[in-house]
C-alpha cells in the first residue's frame, strides 16, 4: 500500500459538519485548508433530506496525503 492509498482509507466526517469549502470541493476534508492543487478526491458523502438524496465529493490536499503524518 503506497502512502497515498494509506490516507484515503481515514473515515469520512457526517455531511452535516462539513464547511461551505469543504462541501464545495475547495478545501481538504480533513483539515479545511483551501485546495489549489495536488488534491485527490477520496469519496463521496451519502446523505438525505427528505426526498431529496445528496451525494457529496470530497477531497484531500497534499497536506493530508504525505507519508510523514
Partial sequence: M???DARLTRPLPD???LTWGQSQ???CIWCRRLLSHGAVMVGVI???VGAHRLR???WAGPCCLRSDQ
Avoid: N
Fill in 2 to 4: 503506497t502512502a497515498v
Fill in 15 to 17: 455531511a452535516g459538519t
Fill in 25 to 27: 470541493g475547495r478545501a
Fill in 46 to 48: 451519502h446523505d438525505q
Fill in 56 to 58: 457529496t465529493e470530497v
